[in-house]
């Protein structure tokens, strides 16, 4: 694992934005994986800003989303899809055809998960996997206790993630209590991982992850078993 320190949020925002321009620029047709949530906001105004600079263009790569909440639909502002939008897609040169999100909304969600880990499959696995992680060490939406062997599932999000991302929600409640996500096993297979962590309601997590223990209890810990891992961190210590 590489670990890097970023001077400030702006600064990891850069270095993660630089590895995956890189990676584009060198290889048009990559197949990028991508997370959501707060830390990768910055990430994301690095490639449009990037794109909008004539470096790079999105027009042959293809996308991979970690996960998407069960029973919100793709248009409410709380989804991950309204959320890429909002952040990246509707600002670049990507086709519509490669991007890709699990479904939600599907009226049978194992069906979706299948389909949704073929179609990785079918474009050749992820090149790059960008990942956020949670205060409990969730990565996607893996939760601790998650098998490190599964492909994309129907999880059952805990009290701590639901609590965590209320503040895209009006309450509580209305916070999905499940979600679909990548496996544990997909994230791995991922050529290349860049993990981000910024903040101290990370710190724990952070902690937890340098002391190099893997275990199942905290999802993250797993990638310590990958041979190409970057670790890109800021506010904490
Ligand atoms: O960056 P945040 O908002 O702390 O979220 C941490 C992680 O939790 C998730 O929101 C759960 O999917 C990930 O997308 C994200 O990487």
Known sequence: MKWIEAAS??????????????????????????????????????????????????????????????????????????????HLFHYIDIKPENIHLPNGSAPDLEKAAKEYESKIKEAGGIDVQLLGIGIN?????????????????????????????????ERLEDVPTHAITIGIQTIMQAKKIVLLISGASKQEAYDRLRTGQVTEQFPASVLHLHGDVTVIYTGVS
């Open 137 to 169: 060490g969730h990565i996607g939406f893996n939760e601790p206790g998650s098998s490190f062997e599964q492909e994309t599932h129907i999880v059952e999000l805990t009290a701590s993630t639901r609590e965590a991302n209320k503040i895209y929600f």
């Open 9 to 86: 949020y702006g600064e990891m925002s850069k270095i993660a934005a630089d590895l995956f321009i890189d990676h584009i620029q060198k290889d048009s047709k990559s197949v990028i994986g991508l997370a959501t949530g707060g830390t990768p906001e910055g990430f994301y105004k690095e490639l449009v800003k990037s794109y909008e600079a004539g470096e790079i263009s999105f027009s042959e790569t293809t996308t991979f989303n970690l996960d998407e909440y069960v029973g919100i639909t793709e248009e409410s502002e709380a989804s991950y899809h309204h959320y890429m939008k909002k």
